[in-house]
Nanobody
């Protein structure tokens, strides 16, 4: 069983920064690929960033160069540092992982960027 809990969302002005955190439970965390997704209002959920057990990262095109994903395996934590935020980054952000073919999601945290 894996449980994910996001935090750190909020309201920020365009150009500002936020850092999201995801606390994960479960003994498989250190070997799991951890992902961030987001769902803008009225749109489908989209990939934001991923990090594997060794720290290899990948990003969606819309956030490359602005967002940074990282992890602390000792604390079972994943982070998303978001800089140069834009109004189009407004969304509910979700932490995700897949273990033994099953997807696990957190409850999401709202990020709102005002222009």
């Amino acid at each position: 069983q894996v449980q994910l809990l996001e935090s750190g969302g909020g309201l920020v002005q365009a150009g500002g920064s936020l850092r999201l955190s995801c606390a994960a439970s479960g003994r498989t965390f250190s070997s799991a690929v951890m992902n961030w997704f987001r769902q803008p209002p009225g749109k489908e959920r989209e990939f934001v960033a991923a990090i594997n057990w060794s720290g290899y990262t990948s990003y969606g095109d819309s956030v490359k160069g602005r967002f940074t994903i990282s992890r602390d395996n000792a604390k079972n934590m994943v982070y998303l540092q978001m800089n140069s935020l834009k109004p189009e980054d407004t969304a509910v952000y979700y932490c995700n992982t897949r273990v033994r073919g099953r997807d696990y999601w957190g409850q999401g945290t709202q990020v709102t960027v005002s222009s």
